[in-house]
Protein backbone atom coordinates (compact mmCIF):
# COMPACT_ATOMS: atom_id res chain seq x y z
CA UNK A 1 0.00 0.00 0.00
CA UNK A 2 1.98 3.53 -0.87
CA UNK A 3 1.73 5.98 1.59
CA UNK A 4 -0.73 8.23 0.05
CA UNK A 5 -3.38 5.03 0.03
CA UNK A 6 -1.98 4.45 3.92
CA UNK A 7 -2.45 7.92 4.78
CA UNK A 8 -6.35 7.94 3.30
CA UNK A 9 -7.27 4.65 5.12
CA UNK A 10 -5.92 6.10 8.67
CA UNK A 11 -7.50 9.19 8.06
CA UNK A 12 -10.99 7.21 7.17
CA UNK A 13 -10.89 4.79 9.79
CA UNK A 14 -10.02 7.66 12.75
CA UNK A 15 -13.51 9.87 11.24
CA UNK A 16 -15.60 6.34 11.32
CA UNK A 17 -14.35 5.72 15.17
CA UNK A 18 -14.77 8.99 16.44
CA UNK A 19 -18.69 8.79 15.84
CA UNK A 20 -21.12 7.80 18.01
CA UNK A 21 -22.22 4.31 16.68
CA UNK A 22 -26.11 5.74 16.24
CA UNK A 23 -24.77 8.27 13.80
CA UNK A 24 -22.92 5.87 11.48
CA UNK A 25 -25.55 5.72 8.78
CA UNK A 26 -25.01 5.19 5.37
CA UNK A 27 -25.52 8.47 4.37
CA UNK A 28 -23.35 9.76 6.67
CA UNK A 29 -20.48 7.03 5.55
CA UNK A 30 -21.07 7.86 1.88
CA UNK A 31 -20.35 12.02 2.99
CA UNK A 32 -17.34 10.68 4.75
CA UNK A 33 -16.17 9.04 1.95
CA UNK A 34 -16.62 11.72 -0.49
CA UNK A 35 -14.46 14.11 2.00
CA UNK A 36 -11.68 11.99 1.87
CA UNK A 37 -11.60 11.47 -1.59
CA UNK A 38 -11.62 15.32 -2.17
CA UNK A 39 -8.53 15.32 0.55
CA UNK A 40 -6.91 12.82 -1.55
CA UNK A 41 -7.30 14.55 -4.99
CA UNK A 42 -6.22 17.83 -2.92
CA UNK A 43 -3.04 15.94 -1.83
CA UNK A 44 -2.46 14.88 -5.47
CA UNK A 45 -2.35 18.44 -6.50
CA UNK A 46 -0.14 19.50 -3.97
CA UNK A 47 2.26 17.04 -5.11
CA UNK A 48 2.02 17.54 -8.61
CA UNK A 49 3.26 21.10 -8.13
CA UNK A 50 5.65 20.57 -5.37
CA UNK A 51 7.19 17.96 -8.55
CA UNK A 52 7.01 21.60 -10.51
CA UNK A 53 8.80 23.48 -8.39
CA UNK A 54 11.84 20.46 -8.03
CA UNK A 55 11.98 20.70 -11.30
CA UNK A 56 12.36 24.52 -11.41
CA UNK A 57 14.63 24.37 -8.52
CA UNK A 58 17.28 21.90 -9.61
CA UNK A 59 17.27 23.55 -13.32
CA UNK A 60 18.35 26.47 -11.60
CA UNK A 61 20.08 25.24 -8.45
CA UNK A 62 21.39 21.53 -9.87
CA UNK A 63 23.50 21.32 -6.88
CA UNK A 64 20.79 21.73 -4.19
CA UNK A 65 17.96 19.82 -5.28
CA UNK A 66 14.27 20.01 -3.81
CA UNK A 67 12.90 17.23 -1.74
CA UNK A 68 9.80 16.41 -0.84
CA UNK A 69 11.38 14.95 2.57
CA UNK A 70 13.63 18.29 3.11
CA UNK A 71 13.36 20.37 5.95
CA UNK A 72 10.94 23.36 5.66
CA UNK A 73 11.70 25.47 2.53
CA UNK A 74 13.53 29.10 3.35
CA UNK A 75 13.00 31.38 0.68
CA UNK A 76 15.52 33.93 -0.94
CA UNK A 77 16.27 37.20 1.79
CA UNK A 78 14.60 39.25 -0.34
CA UNK A 79 11.29 37.41 0.35
CA UNK A 80 11.01 36.33 3.80
CA UNK A 81 8.00 34.26 4.91
CA UNK A 82 5.42 35.26 7.29
CA UNK A 83 6.99 33.36 10.21
CA UNK A 84 10.32 34.79 9.55
CA UNK A 85 9.05 38.46 10.07
CA UNK A 86 6.54 37.20 13.19
CA UNK A 87 9.95 35.93 14.88
CA UNK A 88 11.79 39.29 14.73
CA UNK A 89 8.49 41.14 16.44
CA UNK A 90 6.89 40.73 19.23
CA UNK A 91 3.77 38.61 20.14
CA UNK A 92 0.90 39.61 20.57
CA UNK A 93 -0.91 39.27 23.44
CA UNK A 94 -3.11 35.82 23.42
CA UNK A 95 -1.42 34.32 20.63
CA UNK A 96 1.20 31.58 20.90
CA UNK A 97 5.01 31.86 19.70
CA UNK A 98 5.18 30.71 16.19
CA UNK A 99 7.19 27.12 15.69
CA UNK A 100 9.06 25.20 13.77
CA UNK A 101 7.23 22.12 14.82
CA UNK A 102 3.94 24.07 13.56
CA UNK A 103 5.27 24.79 9.74
CA UNK A 104 2.61 26.86 7.53
CA UNK A 105 0.36 24.48 5.45
CA UNK A 106 2.25 23.02 2.40
CA UNK A 107 -0.36 24.76 0.17
CA UNK A 108 0.86 28.23 1.44
CA UNK A 109 4.31 26.97 1.30
CA UNK A 110 4.28 26.42 -2.04
CA UNK A 111 2.20 29.33 -3.13
CA UNK A 112 5.02 31.52 -1.64
CA UNK A 113 7.88 29.58 -3.46
CA UNK A 114 5.82 29.94 -6.74
CA UNK A 115 5.72 33.67 -6.10
CA UNK A 116 9.38 33.59 -5.70
CA UNK A 117 9.92 31.78 -8.38
CA UNK A 118 8.59 34.30 -10.45
CA UNK A 119 11.20 36.89 -9.30
CA UNK A 120 14.15 34.84 -9.88
CA UNK A 121 16.90 35.33 -12.41
CA UNK A 122 16.93 33.12 -15.51
CA UNK A 123 20.23 31.77 -16.72
CA UNK A 124 20.99 30.43 -20.37
CA UNK A 125 24.56 28.59 -21.23
CA UNK A 126 23.39 28.16 -24.98
CA UNK A 127 25.87 30.77 -26.10
CA UNK A 128 29.09 29.89 -24.18
CA UNK A 129 28.74 32.32 -21.76
CA UNK A 130 25.97 32.59 -19.08
CA UNK A 131 23.21 34.99 -20.64
CA UNK A 132 21.35 36.25 -17.61
CA UNK A 133 17.48 37.61 -18.07
CA UNK A 134 14.80 38.99 -15.64
CA UNK A 135 11.62 36.67 -14.90
CA UNK A 136 9.60 38.62 -17.82
CA UNK A 137 12.65 38.33 -20.52
CA UNK A 138 12.85 42.53 -20.66
CA UNK A 139 16.42 42.83 -19.11
CA UNK A 140 19.09 40.30 -20.34
CA UNK A 141 22.71 40.39 -19.97
CA UNK A 142 25.61 38.24 -21.53
CA UNK A 143 29.52 38.80 -21.51
CA UNK A 144 31.05 38.38 -24.62
CA UNK A 145 34.75 38.10 -25.96
CA UNK A 146 37.39 36.18 -27.71
CA UNK A 147 41.01 35.03 -28.24
CA UNK A 148 43.09 34.84 -31.08
CA UNK A 149 46.54 33.61 -30.54
CA UNK A 150 48.95 32.98 -33.99
CA UNK A 151 52.03 31.43 -34.61
CA UNK A 152 53.37 32.29 -38.01
CA UNK A 153 56.68 31.22 -40.08
CA UNK A 154 57.76 32.93 -43.64
CA UNK A 155 60.22 31.72 -45.41
CA UNK A 156 61.44 31.39 -49.55
CA UNK A 157 62.14 35.46 -49.80
CA UNK A 158 64.80 36.87 -50.91
CA UNK A 159 64.84 39.26 -48.24
CA UNK A 160 65.84 37.22 -45.22
CA UNK A 161 64.30 39.92 -42.83
CA UNK A 162 60.92 38.62 -44.27
CA UNK A 163 61.59 35.07 -42.97
CA UNK A 164 60.86 35.29 -39.65
CA UNK A 165 59.06 33.03 -36.78
CA UNK A 166 56.33 34.63 -34.59
CA UNK A 167 53.87 34.70 -32.27
CA UNK A 168 51.14 37.31 -32.04
CA UNK A 169 47.65 38.05 -29.82
CA UNK A 170 45.66 38.32 -33.02
CA UNK A 171 42.90 39.86 -30.53
CA UNK A 172 41.91 39.74 -26.84
CA UNK A 173 38.86 41.14 -27.28
CA UNK A 174 36.23 41.36 -24.27
CA UNK A 175 32.76 42.98 -23.44
CA UNK A 176 29.02 42.47 -22.79
CA UNK A 177 25.51 43.07 -24.84
CA UNK A 178 21.92 43.03 -23.58
CA UNK A 179 18.37 43.69 -24.10
CA UNK A 180 16.24 46.05 -22.47
CA UNK A 181 12.97 45.33 -23.19
CA UNK A 182 11.35 43.75 -26.07
CA UNK A 183 13.45 46.56 -28.49
CA UNK A 184 16.05 48.04 -27.12
CA UNK A 185 19.86 46.20 -27.38
CA UNK A 186 23.33 47.62 -27.15
CA UNK A 187 26.59 45.72 -27.43
CA UNK A 188 30.04 46.89 -26.18
CA UNK A 189 33.64 45.81 -26.91
CA UNK A 190 37.10 46.98 -25.89
CA UNK A 191 40.08 44.77 -28.04
CA UNK A 192 43.62 44.25 -27.79
CA UNK A 193 45.36 43.88 -30.99
CA UNK A 194 48.64 44.99 -33.28
CA UNK A 195 49.69 46.14 -29.66
CA UNK A 196 46.92 49.06 -29.09
CA UNK A 197 44.06 48.89 -27.16
CA UNK A 198 40.89 50.24 -29.10
CA UNK A 199 36.91 50.50 -29.25
CA UNK A 200 35.33 47.93 -31.34
CA UNK A 201 31.04 47.77 -31.31
CA UNK A 202 29.99 50.03 -29.11
CA UNK A 203 26.26 50.99 -29.95
CA UNK A 204 22.69 50.91 -29.63
CA UNK A 205 19.72 49.06 -31.14
CA UNK A 206 16.14 49.58 -31.65
CA UNK A 207 14.08 46.70 -33.62
CA UNK A 208 11.34 47.57 -35.27
CA UNK A 209 8.42 46.29 -38.34
CA UNK A 210 8.89 48.64 -40.98
CA UNK A 211 6.24 48.18 -44.09
CA UNK A 212 5.38 44.39 -42.37
CA UNK A 213 9.39 43.71 -42.21
CA UNK A 214 12.04 43.41 -39.91
CA UNK A 215 14.29 46.64 -39.20
CA UNK A 216 16.72 47.95 -37.06
CA UNK A 217 18.06 50.88 -36.37
CA UNK A 218 21.45 51.38 -34.51
CA UNK A 219 23.33 54.42 -33.10
CA UNK A 220 26.97 53.84 -32.17
CA UNK A 221 30.42 52.28 -33.47
CA UNK A 222 29.29 49.38 -35.53
CA UNK A 223 30.99 46.99 -37.99
CA UNK A 224 30.10 48.13 -41.48
CA UNK A 225 28.38 45.91 -44.02
CA UNK A 226 30.36 45.68 -46.84
CA UNK A 227 31.24 42.78 -49.05
CA UNK A 228 30.52 39.00 -47.78
CA UNK A 229 33.81 39.13 -45.57
CA UNK A 230 33.89 42.34 -44.97
CA UNK A 231 30.59 42.20 -42.97
CA UNK A 232 31.88 38.86 -41.10
CA UNK A 233 33.95 38.83 -37.95
CA UNK A 234 37.19 37.62 -37.79
CA UNK A 235 36.18 34.71 -36.05
CA UNK A 236 33.72 33.64 -38.64
CA UNK A 237 35.03 33.76 -42.03
CA UNK A 238 36.53 29.91 -42.96
CA UNK A 239 40.14 31.58 -43.16
CA UNK A 240 42.62 33.30 -40.72
CA UNK A 241 42.34 36.48 -42.36
CA UNK A 242 39.31 38.24 -44.38
CA UNK A 243 40.51 38.12 -47.82
CA UNK A 244 41.55 41.09 -49.83
CA UNK A 245 38.21 42.67 -50.64
CA UNK A 246 37.16 42.64 -47.50
CA UNK A 247 41.22 44.35 -46.29
CA UNK A 248 41.84 46.28 -48.70
CA UNK A 249 38.64 48.35 -50.71
CA UNK A 250 37.39 49.70 -47.54
CA UNK A 251 36.50 53.20 -46.61
CA UNK A 252 39.31 55.69 -44.80
CA UNK A 253 37.53 54.91 -41.15
CA UNK A 254 38.08 51.15 -41.88
CA UNK A 255 35.87 48.59 -40.72
CA UNK A 256 34.03 50.60 -38.31
CA UNK A 257 32.46 54.20 -38.03
CA UNK A 258 30.37 56.28 -35.51
CA UNK A 259 27.12 57.20 -36.74
CA UNK A 260 23.90 55.97 -37.57
CA UNK A 261 22.73 52.76 -39.44
CA UNK A 262 19.42 51.08 -40.25
CA UNK A 263 18.97 47.74 -41.72
CA UNK A 264 15.90 46.11 -43.28
CA UNK A 265 14.76 42.23 -43.47
CA UNK A 266 13.22 40.13 -45.41
CA UNK A 267 12.98 36.57 -46.08
CA UNK A 268 15.47 35.98 -48.53
CA UNK A 269 17.02 39.30 -48.96
CA UNK A 270 18.41 42.46 -46.44
CA UNK A 271 18.90 45.96 -47.54
CA UNK A 272 21.58 47.93 -44.99
CA UNK A 273 22.53 52.19 -44.78
CA UNK A 274 24.97 53.46 -42.93
CA UNK A 275 26.49 56.95 -42.65
CA UNK A 276 29.10 57.91 -39.92
CA UNK A 277 32.22 59.10 -39.13
CA UNK A 278 35.71 58.24 -38.36
CA UNK A 279 36.21 55.20 -36.04
CA UNK A 280 35.82 55.56 -32.53
CA UNK A 281 39.56 55.58 -31.67
CA UNK A 282 40.83 58.29 -34.37
CA UNK A 283 42.33 61.27 -32.88
CA UNK A 284 40.56 64.46 -32.89
CA UNK A 285 42.67 66.90 -34.84
CA UNK A 286 40.14 68.09 -37.20
CA UNK A 287 36.51 67.57 -38.17
CA UNK A 288 35.76 64.14 -39.26
CA UNK A 289 35.35 62.69 -42.57
CA UNK A 290 31.78 61.42 -43.61
CA UNK A 291 30.96 57.71 -45.23
CA UNK A 292 27.48 56.62 -46.52
CA UNK A 293 27.62 52.92 -47.25
CA UNK A 294 25.50 50.78 -48.42
CA UNK A 295 24.65 47.16 -49.15
CA UNK A 296 21.97 44.83 -50.29
CA UNK A 297 21.95 40.84 -50.76
CA UNK A 298 19.53 38.40 -52.26
CA UNK A 299 19.26 34.33 -52.01
CA UNK A 300 17.07 33.96 -55.55
CA UNK A 301 17.46 30.17 -54.50
CA UNK A 302 16.97 29.65 -50.67
CA UNK A 303 15.84 25.73 -49.70
CA UNK A 304 17.06 23.41 -47.04
CA UNK A 305 19.86 21.64 -49.30
CA UNK A 306 20.86 24.60 -51.60
CA UNK A 307 21.17 28.61 -51.37
CA UNK A 308 22.72 30.91 -53.89
CA UNK A 309 24.18 34.01 -52.94
CA UNK A 310 24.35 37.52 -54.94
CA UNK A 311 25.36 40.83 -53.25
CA UNK A 312 25.99 44.47 -53.83
CA UNK A 313 27.81 47.05 -52.22
CA UNK A 314 28.85 50.61 -52.32
CA UNK A 315 30.24 54.03 -50.57
CA UNK A 316 31.00 57.54 -50.55
CA UNK A 317 33.43 59.21 -48.36
CA UNK A 318 34.51 62.34 -48.25
CA UNK A 319 38.12 62.19 -46.50
CA UNK A 320 38.96 64.64 -43.07
CA UNK A 321 41.76 67.09 -43.74
CA UNK A 322 44.26 65.36 -41.50
CA UNK A 323 44.23 62.10 -43.53
CA UNK A 324 47.90 61.38 -44.95
CA UNK A 325 47.32 57.52 -45.45
CA UNK A 326 44.04 56.82 -47.26
CA UNK A 327 45.00 53.06 -47.95
CA UNK A 328 45.65 50.43 -46.02
CA UNK A 329 49.01 48.32 -46.40
CA UNK A 330 47.85 44.74 -46.78
CA UNK A 331 48.77 41.44 -44.96
CA UNK A 332 49.10 38.94 -48.21
CA UNK A 333 51.02 36.45 -46.59
CA UNK A 334 49.90 36.36 -42.59
CA UNK A 335 49.37 39.41 -40.43
CA UNK A 336 51.80 38.66 -37.85
CA UNK A 337 54.36 39.61 -40.13
CA UNK A 338 55.07 43.61 -40.73
CA UNK A 339 57.60 43.22 -43.32
CA UNK A 340 55.17 41.48 -45.41
CA UNK A 341 52.57 43.86 -47.02
CA UNK A 342 51.30 45.60 -49.94
CA UNK A 343 52.51 49.06 -49.48
CA UNK A 344 49.55 51.54 -50.54
CA UNK A 345 52.03 54.16 -51.98
CA UNK A 346 52.02 58.05 -51.03
CA UNK A 347 48.57 59.84 -52.21
CA UNK A 348 49.03 64.02 -51.58
CA UNK A 349 45.64 65.30 -50.79
CA UNK A 350 43.01 63.18 -50.71
CA UNK A 351 39.63 64.61 -50.07
CA UNK A 352 37.26 62.21 -51.86
CA UNK A 353 36.43 58.28 -52.39
CA UNK A 354 34.22 55.91 -54.04
CA UNK A 355 33.84 52.40 -53.99
CA UNK A 356 32.00 49.48 -54.97
CA UNK A 357 31.97 45.62 -55.11
CA UNK A 358 29.88 42.92 -56.08
CA UNK A 359 29.49 39.36 -54.44
CA UNK A 360 27.90 35.68 -55.18
CA UNK A 361 28.11 32.82 -53.51
CA UNK A 362 26.73 28.99 -53.75
CA UNK A 363 26.31 26.86 -50.30
CA UNK A 364 25.02 22.89 -50.80
CA UNK A 365 24.86 21.89 -47.29
CA UNK A 366 28.61 21.11 -46.64
CA UNK A 367 30.16 22.57 -49.99
CA UNK A 368 30.49 26.13 -50.33
CA UNK A 369 31.92 28.02 -52.77
CA UNK A 370 32.02 32.05 -53.67
CA UNK A 371 33.85 34.72 -55.14
CA UNK A 372 33.64 39.06 -54.77
CA UNK A 373 35.06 41.36 -56.41
CA UNK A 374 35.87 45.34 -55.68
CA UNK A 375 37.08 48.69 -56.85
CA UNK A 376 37.92 52.05 -55.09
CA UNK A 377 38.70 55.15 -56.59
CA UNK A 378 40.62 58.53 -54.32
CA UNK A 379 40.51 61.64 -55.66
CA UNK A 380 42.35 64.74 -54.70
CA UNK A 381 42.72 68.51 -55.02
CA UNK A 382 46.20 68.46 -55.94
CA UNK A 383 46.66 65.14 -57.79
CA UNK A 384 45.21 62.97 -60.18
CA UNK A 385 42.89 59.89 -58.87
CA UNK A 386 43.89 56.94 -58.73
CA UNK A 387 42.23 52.92 -58.88
CA UNK A 388 42.44 50.70 -56.52
CA UNK A 389 41.03 46.97 -56.96
CA UNK A 390 41.06 43.34 -55.38
CA UNK A 391 38.96 40.04 -56.18
CA UNK A 392 39.18 36.85 -54.80
CA UNK A 393 37.44 32.87 -55.35
CA UNK A 394 37.29 30.40 -52.21
CA UNK A 395 35.65 27.15 -52.14
CA UNK A 396 35.16 24.63 -49.14
CA UNK A 397 33.69 21.42 -47.50
CA UNK A 398 32.86 20.01 -44.07
CA UNK A 399 34.78 16.41 -44.23
CA UNK A 400 32.47 15.75 -41.36
CA UNK A 401 28.88 16.83 -42.33
CA UNK A 402 28.15 19.77 -40.79
CA UNK A 403 26.10 22.55 -42.77
CA UNK A 404 28.05 25.79 -44.13
CA UNK A 405 27.52 27.95 -41.31
CA UNK A 406 26.04 31.23 -44.22
CA UNK A 407 23.64 33.22 -42.19
CA UNK A 408 21.03 33.94 -44.87
CA UNK A 409 19.44 36.65 -42.76
CA UNK A 410 22.51 38.95 -43.15
CA UNK A 411 24.58 37.88 -45.64
CA UNK A 412 27.34 37.24 -43.57
CA UNK A 413 29.46 33.88 -41.98
CA UNK A 414 28.46 32.66 -38.77
CA UNK A 415 29.85 29.40 -36.91
CA UNK A 416 29.14 25.82 -37.37
CA UNK A 417 26.81 23.62 -35.72
CA UNK A 418 29.33 20.60 -34.62
CA UNK A 419 27.16 17.89 -34.69
CA UNK A 420 30.09 15.41 -32.40
CA UNK A 421 31.55 18.00 -30.24
CA UNK A 422 35.23 17.30 -28.97
CA UNK A 423 34.41 17.97 -25.34
CA UNK A 424 31.26 15.83 -25.55
CA UNK A 425 33.77 13.17 -26.60
CA UNK A 426 33.46 12.86 -30.49
CA UNK A 427 36.06 13.99 -33.19
CA UNK A 428 34.60 17.67 -33.66
CA UNK A 429 34.26 19.15 -37.08
CA UNK A 430 36.81 19.21 -39.59
CA UNK A 431 36.88 21.68 -42.84
CA UNK A 432 39.27 22.36 -45.72
CA UNK A 433 39.47 25.35 -47.35
CA UNK A 434 41.11 26.46 -50.54
CA UNK A 435 41.55 30.70 -52.19
CA UNK A 436 43.06 32.41 -54.13
CA UNK A 437 43.13 36.60 -54.28
CA UNK A 438 44.78 39.60 -55.69
CA UNK A 439 45.02 43.03 -54.87
CA UNK A 440 46.29 45.71 -57.39
CA UNK A 441 47.29 49.44 -55.95
CA UNK A 442 49.93 49.80 -58.90
CA UNK A 443 47.98 52.79 -60.59
CA UNK A 444 49.59 54.79 -58.47
CA UNK A 445 53.22 54.54 -59.14
CA UNK A 446 54.09 54.36 -55.59
CA UNK A 447 51.67 51.61 -55.27
CA UNK A 448 52.00 47.78 -54.80
CA UNK A 449 50.54 44.35 -56.29
CA UNK A 450 50.03 41.24 -54.48
CA UNK A 451 48.57 37.15 -54.79
CA UNK A 452 47.94 34.95 -52.57
CA UNK A 453 47.24 30.96 -53.02
CA UNK A 454 45.98 29.53 -49.39
CA UNK A 455 44.80 26.18 -48.58
CA UNK A 456 43.13 26.09 -45.17
CA UNK A 457 42.28 23.43 -42.55
CA UNK A 458 39.53 24.27 -39.61
CA UNK A 459 39.14 21.78 -36.82
CA UNK A 460 35.95 23.14 -34.88
CA UNK A 461 36.61 21.30 -31.06
CA UNK A 462 32.72 22.70 -30.90
CA UNK A 463 30.76 25.29 -31.45
CA UNK A 464 33.21 27.82 -29.69
CA UNK A 465 36.60 26.72 -29.86
CA UNK A 466 38.38 26.25 -33.34
CA UNK A 467 41.82 25.44 -34.02
CA UNK A 468 43.22 26.59 -37.71
CA UNK A 469 46.45 26.14 -40.04
CA UNK A 470 46.71 27.73 -43.26
CA UNK A 471 49.62 27.34 -45.68
CA UNK A 472 50.09 30.59 -48.10
CA UNK A 473 52.12 30.96 -51.39
CA UNK A 474 52.47 34.70 -51.87
CA UNK A 475 54.01 37.05 -54.50
CA UNK A 476 53.75 41.13 -54.25
CA UNK A 477 55.77 43.89 -55.88
CA UNK A 478 56.22 47.26 -54.07
CA UNK A 479 57.78 49.93 -55.85
CA UNK A 480 58.09 51.83 -52.29
CA UNK A 481 58.31 50.69 -48.97
CA UNK A 482 61.03 48.81 -46.84
CA UNK A 483 61.38 46.72 -49.01
CA UNK A 484 61.15 47.09 -52.48
CA UNK A 485 60.94 45.06 -56.01
CA UNK A 486 59.08 41.55 -56.46
CA UNK A 487 59.50 38.96 -53.61
CA UNK A 488 57.97 35.23 -53.40
CA UNK A 489 57.91 33.32 -50.55
CA UNK A 490 55.58 30.53 -48.25
CA UNK A 491 53.96 31.33 -44.86
CA UNK A 492 51.93 28.84 -42.56
CA UNK A 493 50.35 30.39 -40.38
CA UNK A 494 48.36 28.66 -37.08
CA UNK A 495 45.55 29.53 -34.94
CA UNK A 496 44.15 28.69 -31.21
CA UNK A 497 40.75 30.63 -31.21
CA UNK A 498 38.09 30.05 -28.76
CA UNK A 499 34.65 33.18 -29.02
CA UNK A 500 32.08 33.44 -26.75
Known sequence: MSKKQAFAAALYLSAVLSMPAAAQTADEVSQLRRMVEDQRTHISDLEARLAVMERMMAATHPREPLAASAQPLHLPETAPTDMARARNQPSPLGRPLPSDVHPIPLDERLAQIEAAQKDMVHVNWSKGTPEFSSSDGNLTFRPRGRILIDLGNTSGSSDSSRNITATQARSLRLGMEGSIGRHLSYVLEGDFADNAVSIKSAYMAWTARLLGQQAEFALGNRLNDRSLDGSSGTISVPFIERNVVGQGIIPVRGFFGLGVAARVYGRNWHVGVQLSGD?????????????????MHWNPVKTDDLILHLG???FYEHIAGDVTRPTRAIAIGGFFNDRLRVTPG???DPNKGTGYGFEAGLFNRSLWAYGEFGNRRLMSETAVSTKQSAWAVAAGWFLTGETTPYLARGGIWSRPNVIDPLTG???GAFEIAVRYET???????????????????NWYLNNFVRLQLN???WSVHNPSGMIMGTDHGRTVV???QISF
Do not use: H, K, Q
Not at 281 to 286: D, F, H, L, Y
Open 471 to 473: AIE
Open 425 to 427: GGS
Open 312 to 314: VWG
Open 346 to 348: TFA
Open 279 to 295: DITNPETASDGVTLAGR
Open 439 to 457: IDYSDNPTGGRGAASTLGL
Open 494 to 496: TRA
